[in-house]
C-alpha cells in the first residue's frame, strides 16, 4: 500500500480536496501547505488589504537591500514594455492633474541640492568642505550655485557688483 495520499482537507475551509488544490510545503509532513490554494490566496489578499504600510515597508527594504536587482529588473520592464509605462504614466496625468506642476515646482525648488548631490555627484562631506572654503571668499554654497546657473552677469547684478 503507498504511503502518498492523494486528498487532503483544508484547515480553513475543511472541504476535502486533491493534493494538486494545495502548494508544496517541504516543511510540512506531508508535503503539501495546511490550506488550499483558494484559501490560501484569501488570507494573503486580506492580509495585504488590513496591512498596506506593512507591505509597503517590506518593499522598501528589500529595494534597498537589493538596490542593482531592483534597478536591473525595473530598468529590463521599462525596455519590454514601453507601451504599457506610456499609458499609466498617461493615466496618472489625467487622474492627477495638478501633482505634476506640483512635482515640477518641487524639483526647481530642491534643484541646489538636487544638482549638488546628483549631477555633480558630489557628497555630504564635500559639500560641507565646500562650504568652510567659500567662507573665507565671503559666499555661500547657494551663491555659488547661482553663479553656475544663472551666470556670473546675474549675480553681480544681485549683490551690486559691476
Given at each position: 500500500?503507498?504511503?502518498?495520499?492523494?486528498?487532503?482537507?483544508?484547515?480553513?475551509?475543511?472541504?476535502?480536496?486533491?493534493?494538486?488544490?494545495?502548494?508544496?510545503?517541504?516543511?510540512?509532513?506531508?508535503?503539501?501547505?495546511?490550506?488550499c490554494k483558494i484559501c490560501g490566496r484569501q488570507c494573503r489578499k486580506q492580509y495585504?488589504?488590513?496591512n498596506p504600510e506593512k507591505i509597503r515597508q517590506e518593499k522598501k527594504r528589500y529595494r534597498?537591500?537589493?538596490?542593482?536587482?531592483?534597478?536591473?529588473?525595473?530598468?529590463?520592464?521599462?525596455?519590454?514594455?514601453?507601451?504599457?509605462?506610456?499609458?499609466?504614466?498617461?493615466?496618472?496625468?489625467?487622474?492627477?492633474?495638478?501633482?505634476?506642476?506640483?512635482?515640477?515646482?518641487?524639483?526647481?525648488?530642491?534643484?541646489?541640492?538636487?544638482?549638488?548631490?546628483?549631477?555633480?555627484?558630489?557628497?555630504?562631506?564635500?559639500?560641507?568642505?565646500?562650504?568652510?572654503?567659500?567662507?573665507?571668499?565671503?559666499?555661500?554654497?547657494?551663491?555659488?550655485?547661482?553663479?553656475?546657473?544663472?551666470?556670473?552677469?546675474?549675480?553681480?547684478?544681485?549683490?551690486?557688483?559691476?
Amino acid at each position: 500500500m503507498s504511503d502518498i495520499a492523494t486528498q487532503k482537507k483544508c484547515s480553513k475551509c475543511g472541504v476535502v480536496k486533491g493534493v494538486e488544490e494545495f502548494y508544496k510545503n517541504k516543511s510540512k509532513k506531508d508535503g503539501y501547505s495546511d490550506q488550499c490554494k483558494i484559501c490560501g490566496r484569501q488570507c494573503r489578499k486580506q492580509y495585504r488589504e488590513t496591512n498596506p504600510e506593512k507591505i509597503r515597508q517590506e518593499k522598501k527594504r528589500y529595494r534597498e537591500a537589493n538596490r542593482d536587482k531592483a534597478k536591473l529588473l525595473s530598468k529590463q520592464y521599462r525596455e519590454a514594455n514601453p507601451e504599457k509605462i506610456k499609458q499609466s504614466g498617461k493615466q496618472y496625468r489625467k487622474a492627477n492633474p495638478g501633482k505634476e506642476k506640483q512635482k515640477s515646482k518641487q524639483r526647481v525648488e530642491n534643484l541646489p541640492e538636487y544638482y549638488i548631490l546628483n549631477i555633480l555627484k558630489i557628497t555630504k562631506s564635500d559639500i560641507l568642505l565646500a562650504e568652510e572654503v567659500l567662507k573665507e571668499f565671503g559666499m555661500t554654497l547657494d551663491q555659488l550655485i547661482a553663479i553656475k546657473r544663472q551666470g556670473i552677469l546675474a549675480f553681480r547684478r544681485e549683490h551690486g557688483k559691476s
